[in-house]
Each structure stands twice: as structure tokens, then as C-alpha cells.
């Protein structure tokens, strides 16, 4: 028996044994850690997701602001934020947004499911007492009468994001200024293929076009006056003031830029003036038609507020835009501002743009193209005020003011 417990054999097993216990619990201290390691990555990945749609939402949100404005009283952006139901025109896409940001949404934190969301919200920089905010509490939002446009008119708005993936909530404020896109026409009382008017008479010593203080009459074609290019007489009346005021053969080329229009298109659209067709209300900054078909205004058309006839005011001159169709201001309309046909389709019609009666134009016309413009009969029809030009700009751009770009806590995290 001593000889037995004395023997060495099965030394190696223990030891076998004992190293391998040693061996497993290392090796299971190590997955436990990697896998613990693991869980914190997977953990600041998905935070890491979330701050990034966070950021993209308020990049997106501050470029429709760039180029549809800060809306209106009557046309705010969305009091329970954006994505809005029905859509908004002044909410991002979220299709556009999610493949702009992940480039395939179908990625892991992406996918059906996951509980992927984003708001943003836009806010005046002043309560609805007017008095100015200049440090951002998630409060506001709460606030029913919070302006949800720029009411103070001055330039500038708050705007928040925020954005949860797979239960991760993060949220990002900045305050945002607005920069004015100035839209330049060229002066002329009258620019356009050609003009016409009632050629019968002197209309009582009134010119039918008086071009004082412009650039003057500019046509397109290359023909006398009393032709069929200026059609007005410089002796009867005159017809047209200053008679030698005017020059023809204009370059053929468009009074603004395609991007100079559609930013205009941008701005009626956020103003709520933005129409399929003629529409019955002419008054406003910035009216524009797609295709107008033949719109006719009379003493019915509504007056802008403050005023007694249409169309706006001295004081508040607006941009009426065509891109087709035709336009005729008659009865005893006063249309304050610039009547701009852009003439898409290249029609060469004589009346594109038409005066009659005792109705005038006090701003400026100007067709693109080879279209007509018809001064009417009356005298003092067309009018050109230069103050009319002065003020007509769409939205240029929008960015964050330095340092006010900043992290929050989101009451709801």
C-alpha cells in the first residue's frame, strides 16, 4: 500500500487537469470582457447613429430655411413639428433624409423595426409678446402660442432636432439666420418682344406708357416706332413719355436666371401665393402662376388689406410671375408693383400681358422672349415706379450663427 501512495503515476493528469481549469477560467474572463466590450461599442455606435440623423435632420431642416424662408402668420411651419402630416412644404423628406444620411437605410440601425425616428422644429427667436430668446429651453416647444415663423422679422429663428435609434435619444439646437436672396429685374418701364397700344388718339395728353425715370422701353425686335414692333405714337399725346425713350433690338435673353426664378417659385410657395392657375386673389410680395390660361382681373379682384382697390399698395408694391398664359389688368385696377411673364412656352402672342380700360401698371412689365405687351387706351396705363424694383429678393441661404450650435438633454430621454 505504501508503495502505491508513494507512486507517481497519474501526476501528469492532475496537472493536465488543473492547467486546463486554470486555462478555461482565463479564457472565460476573456469572452466575458470581450463580450462586455463589445455591448459598449454596439452601445456608442447606435449613440453615435442617433447624434448623426440628429445632425443631418437640422442640416436638412436649415436648408429648407435657406430656400423657403421662415413662413408666415398665415402659412407657419408645422406646430408639431416636422415630419408633418399631411406633408409640409416645409418639412424634410424623410426617404431623401434617411438615404442621404445612411446611403443605404437598410443598414443594421436602420433596419424595419429598429424604431428609428427624427423631429425637427422651428421657433421665432422672440415668444408672442415679442420678447427676444436668446437661450434655447425645450419648454417653448410645449408653448401653444410660440410663433412657428418668423414673426419679429428679424431674419432669425431656433431651430431643434432630434432623433432616436433603437431607444437612443438625442437632440440638437441651433439658432439660425436667414440671408435675403436679392432678385435684380432690369429697370425698364416696359421690356418685351414688342409693344402695341390704341394708336387712335392723343388720350388726353396722357402718355399710354410713361417711362420717367427708367431705363426706358426695350424691345426685342428691330423695327421703327408706329410699326409693328413700338406700336405708339411719340407725336399723339404723347403716346409714349419720353418719346425717344425706348430701344429695340434687345438681346434675347431672359430679365432673370432659372435660379433666380425658381427661388421665387420657393418663396410664393412658403408664402402660400403659389398657384396651378390664375388665381383670384392677385395681391401679394411674390404671386406666381404656372399656367395662367387667360386671367382677367376687374373692380372684383379683392384689395390688399389696407387698401380700396387691387392691387397692393404704394407703400407694399408686390411681383406678380407668369410662367404661361396671359394677364390682363382692366375696370379701374391700380396694380402696384412688377408684372413679370417668364414665357416658358416662347409664345410670340401680342397681348401676353394686357392693360385696358382706365387700369394701370405702376412698377414695370417685362416679357421674356418674343410676346407682346398691350398698353391699352386710356393713357397713364403703364407707369413706371422704381421703388417697385426696390424690394423684390426670394430666400438666398441659411446658416447657423457661431456658437449657438450645441448638444441637449431632451426632457423625454
Given at each position: 500500500m505504501r508503495t502505491k501512495l508513494a507512486g507517481e503515476r497519474g501526476n501528469v493528469l492532475v496537472t493536465a487537469i488543473m492547467l486546463m481549469a486554470v486555462m478555461l477560467s482565463v479564457g472565460m474572463a476573456i469572452a466575458s470582457t470581450v463580450d462586455t466590450q463589445t455591448g459598449q461599442s454596439r452601445k456608442e455606435r447606435e449613440r453615435e447613429s442617433t447624434f448623426n440623423l440628429a445632425e443631418a435632420a437640422l442640416s436638412a431642416q436649415t436648408f429648407i430655411l435657406g430656400r423657403r424662408g421662415t413662413g408666415t402668420v398665415t402659412n407657419p411651419y408645422p406646430a408639431a413639428g416636422c415630419p408633418a402630416t399631411p406633408t409640409s412644404l416645409f418639412c424634410p423628406d424623410n426617404t431623401n433624409l434617411m438615404k442621404s444620411y445612411t446611403g443605404d437605410a437598410s443598414q443594421v440601425d436602420f433596419a424595419s423595426g429598429s424604431g428609428t425616428a427624427w423631429r425637427t422644429d422651428v421657433l421665432d427667436d422672440a415668444n408672442a409678446s415679442g420678447t427676444p430668446v436668446r437661450f434655447w429651453d425645450d419648454s417653448y416647444l410645449s408653448d401653444a402660442t410660440w410663433p412657428r415663423y418668423d414673426k419679429d422679422n428679424n431674419r432669425h429663428v431656433w431651430v431643434r432636432s432630434e432623433a432616436r435609434v433603437r431607444g437612443h435619444l438625442r437632440a440638437i439646437v441651433a439658432w439660425v439666420k436667414i440671408e435675403d436672396r436679392?432678385?435684380?429685374?432690369?429697370?425698364?418701364?416696359?421690356?418685351?418682344?414688342?409693344?402695341?397700344?390704341?394708336?387712335?388718339?392723343?388720350?388726353?395728353?396722357?402718355?399710354?406708357?410713361?417711362?420717367?425715370?427708367?431705363?426706358?422701353?426695350?424691345?426685342?425686335?428691330?423695327?421703327?416706332?408706329?410699326?409693328?414692333?413700338?406700336?405708339?405714337?411719340?407725336?399723339?399725346?404723347?403716346?409714349?413719355?419720353?418719346?425717344?425713350?425706348?430701344?429695340?433690338?434687345?438681346?434675347?435673353?431672359?430679365?432673370?436666371?432659372?435660379?433666380?426664378?425658381?427661388?421665387?417659385?420657393?418663396?410664393?410657395?412658403?408664402?402660400?401665393?403659389?398657384?396651378?392657375?390664375?388665381?383670384?386673389?392677385?395681391?401679394?410680395?411674390?404671386?406666381?402662376?404656372?399656367?395662367?390660361?387667360?386671367?382677367?382681373?376687374?373692380?372684383?379682384?379683392?384689395?390688399?388689406?389696407?387698401?380700396?382697390?387691387?392691387?397692393?399698395?404704394?407703400?407694399?408694391?408686390?411681383?406678380?410671375?407668369?410662367?404661361?398664359?396671359?394677364?390682363?389688368?382692366?375696370?379701374?385696377?391700380?396694380?402696384?408693383?412688377?408684372?413679370?411673364?417668364?414665357?416658358?412656352?416662347?409664345?410670340?402672342?401680342?397681348?401676353?400681358?394686357?392693360?385696358?380700360?382706365?387700369?394701370?401698371?405702376?412698377?414695370?412689365?417685362?416679357?421674356?422672349?418674343?410676346?407682346?405687351?398691350?398698353?391699352?387706351?386710356?393713357?397713364?396705363?403703364?407707369?413706371?415706379?422704381?421703388?417697385?424694383?426696390?424690394?423684390?429678393?426670394?430666400?438666398?441661404?441659411?446658416?447657423?450663427?457661431?456658437?449657438?450650435?450645441?448638444?441637449?438633454?431632451?426632457?423625454?430621454?
Open positions: 436679392i432678385v435684380s429685374f432690369p429697370r425698364y418701364a416696359v421690356l418685351s418682344g414688342y409693344l402695341r397700344g390704341d394708336n387712335s388718339g392723343g388720350h388726353g395728353g396722357r402718355p399710354l406708357v410713361n417711362s420717367t425715370g427708367s431705363l426706358g422701353i426695350a424691345v426685342r425686335c428691330n423695327q421703327a416706332p408706329q410699326s409693328s414692333c413700338v406700336d405708339l405714337n411719340p407725336t399723339k399725346g404723347p403716346q409714349l413719355q419720353p418719346p425717344g425713350n425706348f430701344q429695340l433690338n434687345y438681346a434675347n435673353s431672359s430679365a432673370i436666371g432659372g435660379d433666380d426664378l425658381s427661388a421665387l417659385e420657393d418663396m410664393a410657395k412658403a408664402n402660400g401665393t403659389w398657384y396651378d392657375t390664375c388665381p383670384a386673389n392677385p395681391n401679394g410680395d411674390v404671386v406666381y402662376v404656372k399656367n395662367a390660361g387667360t386671367c382677367k382681373y376687374t373692380d372684383s379682384a379683392p384689395a390688399a388689406a389696407g387698401a380700396t382697390i387691387c392691387c397692393n399698395t404704394q407703400a407694399n408694391p408686390g411681383l406678380f410671375v407668369l410662367e404661361r398664359g396671359t394677364v390682363e389688368w382692366s375696370g379701374n385696377i391700380q396694380f402696384w408693383g412688377v408684372v413679370y411673364h417668364a414665357n416658358l412656352d416662347n409664345s410670340n402672342g401680342e397681348r401676353l400681358v394686357e392693360t385696358s380700360g382706365t387700369s394701370a401698371i405702376r412698377g414695370g412689365v417685362l416679357v421674356d422672349g418674343p410676346g407682346g405687351v398691350y398698353a391699352g387706351s386710356s393713357g397713364d396705363n403703364i407707369i413706371y415706379n422704381a421703388f417697385a424694383f426696390d424690394d423684390i429678393k426670394a430666400v438666398g441661404t441659411a446658416g447657423v450663427v457661431q456658437n449657438t450650435w450645441r448638444e441637449i438633454v431632451p426632457a423625454t430621454n
